[in-house]
């Protein structure tokens, strides 16, 4: 009888347990499904940012040998005398220079061809959204090489001017894409009613289309900048004697990498990141307010 009883609890707890076991699974390929795609994000991320984090950590490196590549011990001098190698706060301070230029005229330029493209019908728009498409597909090389051809058959001399111009031209595609998907998202009845309150033209851009359009132009202009300072083909063809960051970095790999060119991109990086924040703030307290 001992052994029976015995028996029967054995199998209620295996009737009990049996469906339990069953179930974890279940709920788990249930959890993963809710959350694969946030996870996926969270890779990617996590992708992306991982070089940053390794730039970051071996800006307190202080190598025995001329190339930054392997942990030797920390040091904080690089971030001491940021401008302790010959020519790199030079490199910097002329890449920070075209790409503000750069970004003040492709914005200026790309919000008028924005707005003319999704306010007005003319014969040659088809063929004028395609031309402005072209840069973004073409690879940056067959561009590059296009500049630097229309230079030299011009007799213009390769400098400051020829970058700028260069960048000027690849960062014009990406503004009017941002800004004209901004202005066709527009409520023509805003304007509208502007004008039945008697403003004037000068004064309904001003009050109305622009700051509506505002956040286009600012998507545009960031992403000039940042496109523009991190160039590396487009100025390579075009630049002559004159050398950018970019140029600087690539020329100081082939005979060992300062660790002061990891505080500078760590620097960069923690500016973008703080530009982030404070945007994504000033976001949530404009929609509470």
Not at 142 to 147: H, T
Not at 199 to 220: D, K
């Amino acid at each position: 009888m001992a052994a029976t009883g015995t028996t029967a609890s054995t199998a209620e707890t295996t009737a009990t347990t049996a469906p339990t076991r069953g179930r974890t699974p279940h709920k788990g390929l249930r959890w993963l499904r809710r959350n694969i795609v946030t996870l996926a994000g969270l890779c990617t991320l996590g992708y992306l940012i991982l070089p940053n984090l390794v730039v970051m950590v071996f800006s307190f490196n202080k190598p025995n040998g001329r190339f930054n590549y392997q942990w030797q011990r920390f040091s904080t001098d690089a971030w001491t005398d940021p401008c302790g190698v010959a020519d790199l706060c030079g490199s910097l301070g002329l890449s920070l220079q075209i790409a503000v230029w750069a970004t003040v005229g492709a914005t200026v330029l790309g919000t008028m061809i924005a707005f003319a493209l999704a306010r007005y019908r003319f014969r040659a728009r088809a063929g004028v959204n395609t031309l402005i498409f072209l840069p973004m597909a073409m690879p940056e090389v067959v561009m590059a090489a296009s500049l630097a051809t229309l230079f030299l058959n011009m007799g213009i001399q390769f400098g400051f001017w020829t970058i700028l111009i260069a960048h000027i031209m690849f960062c014009l595609s990406f503004v009017v894409t941002a800004v004209k998907a901004r202005v066709m998202s527009m409520d023509p009845r805003l304007e509208q009613a502007a004008q039945d309150l008697y403003a004037s033209p000068t004064q309904t851009f001003l009050r109305v289309t622009l700051p509506i359009a505002a956040p286009g132009i600012a998507a545009g202009a960031l992403l000039s900048f940042a496109l523009s300072f991190d160039d590396f083909i487009i100025t390579n063809f075009n630049a002559g004697s004159t050398v950018t960051f970019p140029m600087f970095v690539w020329g100081s790999a082939q005979r060992g990498t300062p660790v002061q060119i990891n505080v500078i991109g760590t620097a960069m990086f923690l500016v973008a990141v703080l530009c982030v924040v404070v945007g994504q703030l000033a976001g949530k307290r404009r929609k509470r307010s």
